[in-house]
């Protein structure tokens, strides 16, 4: 299974027969089996898949935050430990993890203080010049246009769970990263806010256009957030599938009145019931 | 920007200049006016009061257990210079040792975060040391280094030493996993990590222990004292003398000046707290 469309230049993401496995003997966890995936630059991809299936795992390799046991995990044609000491990768974890004694405004700046040297290895990644030239972002601006503006001198303790997300969100749409890896980051907001603040994603994204691996549990957020969906099964965690969505942007709100999209969803919801089904097998 | 979301501010020029955050905007004035309520004081004053009366009782019942007030409060105001002098030998020598406790035990506590081969080696020994009661060790170190202010440095010292290495150990390591993720995939370095991240995170823990080995450092430092009869000075050392010489009103002033000694102390470990924590659940009622 292969999640590619006609490739040009290097892919921004690129695993190749990937395995990991966690413990040994019989207590032994494939999370992760013979995992095929391309990305093309600027592409918006969602992972779904019944719990346990190695979405996060699949991410941590990807940010670099684990190796795999067998295969290669390419970002930009370099590993992820490359690409990390480059400041490629930015990450939005389940949780904001703020740090609680910064503002808002110090908690998105402080990236920049962080690893100097980066851009420098930056530029000497290959096809760094067709990617857009990384110049420090107005991180004020970046927060107003997230809705953050009141709240710049504000310490994460006196947001709501919603606007720390955002800042979390801006925080890593600041490094300006080639790809953003994102785990279920809206999984514990309510429906309300979960909606707007994907529509501020797809905003900022549109407007930075990097690319985006994004692990959710809803069909729904990810046929609206997406132009690919991957699929995944446990036991042991693999792509089963991957759907493109061909629906136009910008999508608003209109998007689910639509029948394409729930034609979408449905096809989502469908792979995702075999892939519990092949579970249960 | 989508319509959507209603949350969304408005544009760019409508936004209020910023302002720098008050530094307690977190905390609530409710705690010290509380004060003015007699419901709140009344039971301590009435209390107090109690206790005094029970105090007198008992100087008469047992003229040699316990001195009437009246003598201790003169004892206090007729030699006032006297406890001053003793009070400050004793806090310099807490306070130094402290001093020194802190230094190492914050050195100490960075390398066990950073190499697990130390922390391996040491916090096994540091958690059972820091359940030793070390002031036992005064009067050993007495016999070894004198009467000099050496052994009083060393005891308050390691009596302040643990506590912190164990609190900061903790708190150094206790860093959430997706905030270090977060950071790792940033390439930070080991120093980056530590100084954004994981030494901001452990200054609650580095103060719940200081609001330990506050009041331990003082009682480090009079036993020492006590446990040197040649000392020449500190509080320890007039209760010692004092009490030899059954003159007990001194021994009591001396006790209360140790007591308030302790209570500026504590008082000003949580001013600074509040100054530094500004953040913390801790500062936030
Ligand atoms: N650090 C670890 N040690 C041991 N096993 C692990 C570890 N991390 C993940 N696993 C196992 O690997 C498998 C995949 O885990 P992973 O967290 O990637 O799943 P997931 O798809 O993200 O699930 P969820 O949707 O619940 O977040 C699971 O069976 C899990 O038990
Ligand atoms: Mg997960």
């Not at chain 1, 608003?252 to 089904?277: I, K, N, Q, T």
């Not at chain 2, 370095?189 to 450092?217: C, D, G, K, N």
């Not at chain 2, 050392?237 to 009591?252: D, E, F, G, K, W």
Request: include cysteine; hydrophobic fraction near 50%; glycine fraction near 8%.
């Amino acid at each position: 299974m292969d999640g590619s469309v006609k490739v040009t230049g290097t892919p921004a993401l690129e695993l190749r027969s990937v395995r990991r496995v966690y413990g040994f003997g019989s207590a032994a966890t494939t999370a992760l089996d013979d995992v095929h995936l391309t990305v093309p630059s600027g592409r918006f991809v969602s992972l779904i898949g019944p719990s346990g299936c190695g979405k996060s795992t699949l991410l941590r390799l990807v940010a670099g935050l684990e190796q795999p046991d067998l295969g290669e995990v390419l970002v930009h044609g370099v590993t992820p430990a490359d690409a990390c000491a480059a400041k490629m990768i930015g990450l939005v974890p389940q949780s904001p993890a703020l740090l609680p004694w910064l503002s808002v405004l110090r908690n998105v700046t402080l990236p920049q203080k962080i690893n100097r040297g980066a851009g420098r290895r930056r530029e000497r990644i290959a096809d760094f010049a067709e990617r857009q030239a990384a110049t420090v972002p107005d991180m004020k601006e970046l927060l107003v246009k997230a809705g953050l503006g009141d709240a710049l001198h504000k310490l994460p303790a006196q947001l709501s769970g919603g606007m720390r997300q955002r800042a979390a969100i801006v925080r890593a749409f600041g490094l300006q990263p080639d790809v953003l890896v994102m785990d279920e980051p809206f999984s514990a907001l309510d429906e309300f806010t979960r909606e707007s603040l994907q529509d501020q994603l797809l905003d900022l994204w549109e407007e930075l256009r990097t690319t985006v691996l994004f692990v959710t549990h809803s069909v729904s957020e990810a046929v609206r957030l997406s132009d690919t969906v991957v699929v995944m099964a446990p036991n042991p965690g693999r792509i089963v599938e991957s759907i493109d969505v061909d629906l136009p942007r910008p999508r608003g709100e209109r998007l689910f009145g639509e029948r394409r999209f729930h034609e979408y969803e449905d096809l989502v919801r469908e792979r995702l019931r075999r892939a519990w089904s092949s579970e249960a097998a | 920007m989508t319509v959507a979301d209603e949350r969304t501010t408005a544009p760019v020029a409508k936004t209020p200049p910023p302002v720098e955050p008050s530094r307690f905007s977190l905390k609530h004035p409710r705690s010290r006016i509380a004060w003015i309520r007699p419901a709140v004081w009344l039971p301590l004053v009435v209390m107090l009061v109690l206790l005094g009366g029970l105090w007198h009782w008992g100087a008469e019942q047992l003229p040699y257990l316990l001195p009437p007030l009246s003598d201790v409060g003169g004892s206090l105001s007729d030699e006032l210079g006297y406890y001053v002098h003793n009070a400050l030998v004793t806090l310099g020598e807490a306070t130094a040792g402290l001093g020194m406790g802190f230094v190492g035990a914050f050195v100490l506590a960075v390398l066990t975060s950073e190499l697990p081969l130390v922390r391996r080696a040491v916090m096994p020994i540091a958690v059972v040391l820091n359940v030793t009661p070390l002031v036992a060790v005064a009067p050993a170190l007495v016999v070894a280094f004198g009467f000099g202010p050496m052994p009083k440095l060393i005891i308050t010292g390691l009596i302040c030493f643990f506590p912190i290495l164990i609190n900061t150990a903790t708190g150094l390591r206790s860093v959430p996993q997706q905030v270090l993720q977060v950071y790792r995939t940033m390439d930070a370095s080991r120093v980056e990590l530590l100084w954004h991240v994981r030494v901001p995170h452990a200054l609650p823990y580095l103060f719940a222990a200081l609001r330990i080995v506050f009041p331990l450092s003082i009682i480090g430092a009079v036993v020492a004292e006590m446990s040197a009869s040649g000392s020449t000075g500190g509080l320890g050392t007039a209760i010692s003398v004092a009490s030899s010489m059954n003159q007990l009103p001194v021994v009591y002033a001396s006790i209360l000046v140790l007591a308030v000694m302790g209570v500026l102390l504590l008082l000003a470990v949580t001013v600074v707290e509040r100054r530094v924590l500004y953040w913390h659940d801790s500062n936030q009622d």
